[in-house]
């Protein structure tokens, strides 16, 4: 069973924290994603990475950075977390190519006091 | 660019009623377009996808999608909704070419709400 785990359910840190959140994936898929997730507004993209040690910027990649050392982990992190960084961040990953699904994790909620 | 609309961000249902979700894409490239499900507190499960095989896609749970490239719609079907349908609904399509290969640009959402 394919399956993509993520650090942590839930998180509460203050302004100007450092948050590292981590994503694992056990299928030996290329393609890892970060996206966030906000009422109305759909998923939206920070991050992607299609191999080890690659990232492209997505949509909305203000304020966040991502490492992608080992082809199974990719993390996202938040240099100096910031309330309008509350939000539902999920982490996917999927094989190489626009016709592959992509796979998702059960989702970090965050919230910035 | 592409780019997915939903249209409604909710909808009600009586449990054995037809389910309908609407969704239209925009794509420059034929497009693959996917449904996703996602319950509470969890993340997002593939319902079914489109990858140009066949026009009318079957998915999970009696779920169903036909492509309609003239009219540039996704909608999502289900013959008799259940108790357990309620949930948010995401439509989503992947690029084939350009800044978009591979990466999945996702509608609103719709929240499917099934009374008894």
């Known amino acids: 069973d394919v399956k993509v785990t993520q650090s942590s359910r839930y998180l509460v840190k203050r302004t100007g924290e450092k948050v590292f959140l981590e994503c694992v994936q056990d299928?030996?898929?290329?393609?890892m994603f970060w996206y966030r997730q906000d009422p109305g507004l759909g998923l939206r993209l920070i991050y992607f990475s299609y191999d080890v040690k690659m990232k492209e910027k997505g949509d909305i990649p203000e304020g966040y950075s991502v490492s992608r050392e080992k082809k199974e982990r990719f993390s996202l992190i938040l240099e100096s977390a910031s309330t309008n960084q509350t939000s539902m961040y999920l982490c996917a990953s999927s094989l190489n190519g626009p016709s592959y699904e992509q796979y998702f994790g059960p989702g970090t909620r965050l919230t910035v006091t | 660019a592409q780019s997915v609309t939903q249209l409604g961000s909710h909808v009600s249902v009586s449990e054995g009623a037809l389910v309908l979700l609407r969704c239209n894409y925009s794509?420059?490239?034929?497009?693959?377009l996917f449904w996703y499900v996602q319950y509470p507190n969890q993340g997002l499960q593939l319902l079914l996808k489109y990858t140009s095989a066949a026009t009318l896609v079957k998915g999970i749970n009696d779920f169903e999608a036909e492509f309609k490239k003239s009219e540039t719609s996704f909608h999502l079907t289900k013959p008799s909704a259940h108790m357990s349908d309620a949930a948010e609904y995401f439509c989503?399509?992947?690029?084939?070419?350009?800044?978009?290969?591979?990466?999945?640009?996702f509608g609103q959402g719709t929240i499917l709400t099934v009374h008894p």
């Open positions: 794509s420059s490239v034929p497009p693959y």
């Open positions: 989503a399509v992947s690029g084939a070419g350009g800044t978009s290969y591979g990466k999945l640009t």
């Open positions: 299928m030996d898929h290329e393609n």
